[in-house]
């Protein structure tokens, strides 16, 4: 592929990611437009920000390369990413709206009346956001290093640069229009290229070099531990995402955040049609790319493989904007929100800390991608997600949906569902790779219970604890909201 | 996929909690070793140590968390072997040993409670529980009183109630005493915040209302139409404002009140007032104090606009920053002298920028004082006016 493509695509969405994130508000508007400047936004367009923050590297590029590596089984990617919305649409979504509190560490706060719970979840969150940008660089090193050439730590940097110039400079003031934009991109940048390549295929008649087989690693498929663990860790994994819950915010209320929940199904399950497709596709017509290690950059060297010249190269170009538009806006979607929760509780929320804060949220995840290397995209992110779904969920949905949890039990969870999921992770590390048993490779099955159960018996044994605020607090929660007074 | 970056990440996390375990240990250490005085010294610290932290959970009234809490430090100041803490009708916390015995407290506490003289009842124990091998506990039940009524009491303990635990134990019931007093001091002080706040409460201001009636008769005969819409903005607007419930609303509707307010202003104006709107969509649900922005405007149209020769502009912005949304309202009139400003601000001075003064009153009180209007100013420089409220209140209802 030629350098200057992808060297030129990246430029090109990094500086609409940054003029968007300046100057994408400054349209003035006059006061015929006052109306429209004080309606709220409106679901779908919040929806298509959710989107944008959500679909990761993982998404874009690890989902292809797993159905290239490993056939169907990596289907269940897609499916759990997906259905981790409908159990945030079911549980998650009105009630956290109607709370009233901006992050997580805010919700626990007021919900359980104490500061050390406050710190113990904001020292989660910053983890959680931490381990997930991980992945984001180790997709940016990758999509640099195949489409320019250029040594791997130049994609990380470049992104960590990008993200904290915007951020801490003032920008993402308004962060929502920027993520809206950025699922249409990643969402053309996919399908455009997929839909041209099956058209250039059907017209020369190709034929495919490999069938299409289920299971093409030949070792057996995995088994149904696998299976419900890694499915326990994406659907109650998304519950816990910072980045993610923060965009409910910006619905007016509890019923408007449960119809833009709906919407983001509905656009992630359109989205995912497509990484499904070049898996299959790659695997049909340039399987070589599963033996010689690259499966994570199949989506972006497909379309140079299959069409070349320069209809190929224009497409190569498309994808990797897509590409870069994924690792920015889920970097900085989570830098914000991480910023967010680091200056309160470190900086005493100054504008100043904020800005502090930010670099920091960016650089400490830049340091572990520059020392670590990765070809599993979608896994790493599985794992994170993991990790989500033994802290941060047994507390927000316990929160949430029982009225006996203490702060006692909160951390106790907390504190169990980390060192489980942590522990499995380090002791996998230490066995090295392929060496370790699958409960340890996959730890949610039981360290999600382990969580849940550690929450509820703990709280039990400390009944006395209940804060004497819990009736205000679950009315609030689970009550609707009083029709806005109707004024014209 | 084992091989992760992220094994690699929790396994740094590891480390780096082991490392802060064992400083915090050896610090832990390192201080029990510190000369810390002599022995007398040590006492009254470890005296007043326990007496401030079981105050502080007592700060909130007598409720069973704070009492549980209070019990515990207040059993090793008393050094009895169980103490509890009853209100006029249950034992709110026990702590200590023999919690067997907290059914029958209650009945013992009844003559307390009732004569609010200290009582001593050897061998509180039932006859059966000894019997079990416990201790033959004897009790000193002490009253709380506030005022002249008695609202608790404080039972200490012991195998023996000799005269200094029975000394020690009304000495203690006096101190909660106290501390509820306190108590019901910091709920009067934040009543009278309260209070303070509403009546601080903005109303809309005597001239706009003549203003804007004189502005709307004035097209009652040249232009029936745009005479009857604005009696309708007014209509709406005065409803607005004058509104009973509720001390917050949210930012989307304090803009749809300014709107209103701008159009029966450029009623009067005309094209003179030119305003433009940067408003991110974010910020919109985030609550503010009722009527905390119109004033602003209010205040830039009149100090800044009308006084000002030919067309004035005025920006209005809100911005999404961090844990914080910031809304800033600049206009480009005569400006404000900042001695005069500072002084108004004070209180010092009466008249003109009421409505300022007021928005910054109520900021401070309700979100503290770093939270008051931030304003940058000079004559002949127009003014830029910024308020930043945390976006989180989950105790305010909009």
Redesign the interface.
Known sequence: MNPAVGLFAFLAVSLATAVIGFYGLRISRTTGDFYVASRTVPPWWNASAIGGEYLSAASFLGVAGLILLSGTDALWFPVGYTAGYLMLLLFVAAPLRRSGAYTIPDFTEARLDSKLVRRVTSLMVVAVGWLYIVPQLHGAALAIRITTGLPSWVGSTAVVVVVCLTVAAGGMRSITFVQAFQYWLKLTALAVPVVFVLLVLASNGTQPQAPLPVNPTGQGAAGAYQHISLLVALLFGTLGLPHVLVRFYTNPDGQSARRTTLIVLGLLSVFYLFPTLSGALGRMFAPELAQSGQADALVLLLPGKLVGGLAGDLLSALVVAGAFAAFLSTTCGLVVSLSGVISQDLFGGSVRGFRLAAVLAAVVPLGFALMTDTLALAGSVGLVFAFTASTICPLLLLGIWWRGLTDAGAIAGMLTGAFLCGGAMVAGTLMGPGNAPVWLAQPAAWSVPAAFAATVTVSMMTKNRVPASVNRVMSRLHVPERPVATER | ??????????????IVLAIAVVVGVGLKVIRSFRDLGTDAERATYNTLHAASRAGQHLRGGL???GA?KASKQLRVLLGCDALAITDTDSVLAWDGAAEELRPTLMRLAAEVLDTGRTVVVPRAGHPATSDHGHHDFSAVIAPIRAGSSVVGSVAALAPAAGAGLVRATSEVADWIAAQLELAELESSRTLLMEAEVRALRAQISPHFIYNSLNAIASFINTDPARARELV?EFA?FT??SF?RHGDFT????E??C??RY??LE?ARFGERV?????????V??T?IPFLSLQPLVENAVRHGLEAKEGPGHI?ICA??????AEVTIEDDGVGMDPEHLRSVLAGHTDGDHVGLRNVDARLRQVYGDEHGLVIDTAPGEGTLITMRV????????A
């Open positions: 996929m084992p091989d992760s970056p992220l094994f690699t990440a929790a396994a740094i996390a590891v409720h069973p968390a549980a309708v709406d409803r607005y509104r949210t930012v989307a509707e803009l749809r300014i709107d701008l159009l450029k030119q305003v433009s709107l940067r408003i991110a969509p974010e919109l649900s609550v920006t911005n999404d920053s961090g844990a914080f945390p976006k989180s209140q989950p105790d305010h209802d």
